[in-house]
Antibody, heavy 121, light 105 residues
Framework: EVQLLESGGGLVQPGGSLRLSCAASGFTFNKYDMSWVRQAPGKGLEWVSLISGPGDATYYDDSVKGRFTISRDDSKNALYLQMNNLRAEDTAVYYC??????????????WGQGTLVTVSS | VMTQSPVTLPVSPGERATLSCRASRSVRYYLAWYQQKPGQPPRLVIYDTSTRATGIPARFSGSGSGTEFTLTISSLQSEDFGVYYCQQYNNWPLTFGGGTNIEIK
């Protein structure tokens, strides 16, 4: 059974930093692209960042470029998101998502339950 | 930019639901649909425009190409209510539509 378990969310002040983690199991982690998708309270889904299966390519939405860094540790089946210089508009549930693990396509096939990040003073 | 319509769709159980998704530029056939219920993560329903994900019943179907896409639920069941998002994965950045909330009429 595929499992994605996010952790690391919490309350942080504007300008602060937070590191999210996602522990993956049930599939060959190093084969697949992994991504972070967020959802502000009461709002829709917003893609944040993606890292390729080999880890040699990373992509970011413009809203987080230069502030967030995605990384992975295939030896630990883990995905990370380092978030710096956080803003109130970064407040959201952050989901870890696997790309293609079920379909072999480029859709987000598996999702974690999410971790809530609140940026407030 | 992905634009979904309508924002809200009141439907009675057993009725047909048709959801639309429009892309501001071509995404070829690289489009997925997700269902989300309150307090839960999204669930993949359709990928590559028209292929049902594992475990998704045949009453769900997807169609379209380029910039215009449709998700159809032929006979709505109680478990189908929720918010549906389209998402394109042809262009960077990856983008989601704003969602269509299927609610009980």
């Amino acid at each position: 059974e595929v499992q994605l378990l996010e952790s690391g969310g919490g309350l942080v002040q504007p300008g602060g930093s937070l590191r999210l983690s996602c522990a993956a199991s049930g599939f060959t982690f190093n084969k697949y692209d992994m991504s972070w998708v967020r959802q502000a309270p009461g709002k829709g889904l917003e893609w944040v960042s993606l890292i390729s299966g080999p880890g040699d390519a990373t992509y970011y939405d413009d809203s987080v470029k230069g502030r967030f860094t995605i990384s992975r540790d295939d030896s630990k089946n883990a995905l990370y998101l380092q978030m710096n210089n956080l803003r109130a508009e970064d407040t959201a549930v952050y989901y870890c998502a696997n790309r293609g693990g079920l379909t072999g396509s480029l859709s987000f096939d598996y999702w974690g339950q999410g971790t809530l990040v609140t940026v407030s003073s | 930019v992905m634009t979904q319509s309508p924002v809200t769709l009141p439907v009675s159980p057993g009725e047909r639901a048709t959801l639309s998704c429009r892309a501001s530029r071509s995404v070829r056939y690289y489009l997925a649909w997700y269902q989300q219920k309150p307090g839960q993560p999204p669930r993949l329903v359709i990928y590559d425009t028209s292929t049902r994900a594992t475990g998704i019943p045949a009453r769900f179907s997807g169609s379209g190409s380029g910039t215009e896409f449709t998700l159809t639920i032929s006979s709505l069941q109680s478990e189908d209510f929720g918010v549906y998002y389209c998402q394109q994965y042809n262009n960077w950045p990856l983008t989601f539509g704003g969602g269509t909330n299927i609610e009980i009429k």
